[in-house]
């Protein structure tokens, strides 16, 4: 999952990316209104956490630009997190179209409990615990179990699995993938997406899990059909 975060404030800044970064969390953090907007026409988010006393820009106008955009990015869920308490902001921050509303203070346990929920929400899933035959994964430790038993998986693998199993049934193309590991300062590749898939394959074989290829689609888990070598 790959997260924009826009905050000026640099202590805080530093301890939010910190925080989700920990958690297996892809994130791109911006201090300005403007460059957030140039980064939500130029990138694909799965969730953005805005500042609303922004310099260059405020962050009512990124919402309201971002909400005004293609269908893609209208979709993208927005956490305002801020220190205006008032009620009429509030308000005006939900009308405009933020999904969540957090106040500053908050405690990063918290926030970490509404990004999950909005992930839910978005990818219509009721719980944290995401079930697929003997593999389930759990959205708030991160890790994979086959029939209770713990999988032994890297970040990247495991971020892999978590977007191919929020979206079940659809093809996730590998510019898809890329994306939700995708941060600014790393280096991943296409190339790189097959290895991580190729290694996340065989680690799901005991479970009865195939990830499939379709070509020129992209990825798809699916329960291997039974007796299938």
């Not at 990015?73 to 008032?86: E, F, R």
């Not at 510019?175 to 300062?185: H, K």
Request: hydrophobic share 45%; glycine share 6%; with cysteine.
């Amino acid at each position: 999952m790959r997260i924009l975060l826009v905050e000026d404030d640099r202590e805080l800044g530093n301890a939010v990316a910190a925080s989700l970064s920990a958690e297996g969390y892809a994130l791109d953090w911006l201090t300005d209104g403007a460059a957030a907007t140039i980064a939500l026409t130029t990138s694909t988010y799965d969730l953005v956490i805005l500042d609303l006393g922004l310099p260059r820009q405020g962050g009512l106008s990124v919402l309201r630009e971002l909400r005004a955009s293609t269908e893609l990015q209208k979709s993208v869920p927005v956490l305002i997190a801020t220190a205006m308490d008032a009620v009429k902001d509030r308000v005006e921050g939900l009308d405009a179209g933020a999904d969540d509303y957090l106040v500053k203070p908050f405690s990063l346990e918290e926030l970490h409990a509404r990004v999950r929920a909005l992930i839910r929400r978005r990818n219509a899933a009721t719980s944290n615990l995401l079930i697929h035959g003997a593999l389930s994964f759990d959205l708030q430790s991160r890790q994979a179990s086959c029939n209770g038993v713990a999988l032994e998986l890297s970040a990247r693998e495991a971020a892999i699995l978590e977007v191919l199993l929020l979206r079940t049934g659809r093809a996730v193309n590998k510019e898809q993938l890329l994306e939700s590991l995708y941060a600014w300062d790393s280096e991943i590749t296409l190339n790189a997406i097959e290895v991580y898939v190729h290694r996340l394959r065989k680690k799901l074989e005991p479970s009865g899990i195939t990830v499939r290829t379709f070509r020129g689609l992209g990825y798809c888990i699916e329960k291997a059909p039974s007796g299938a070598v």
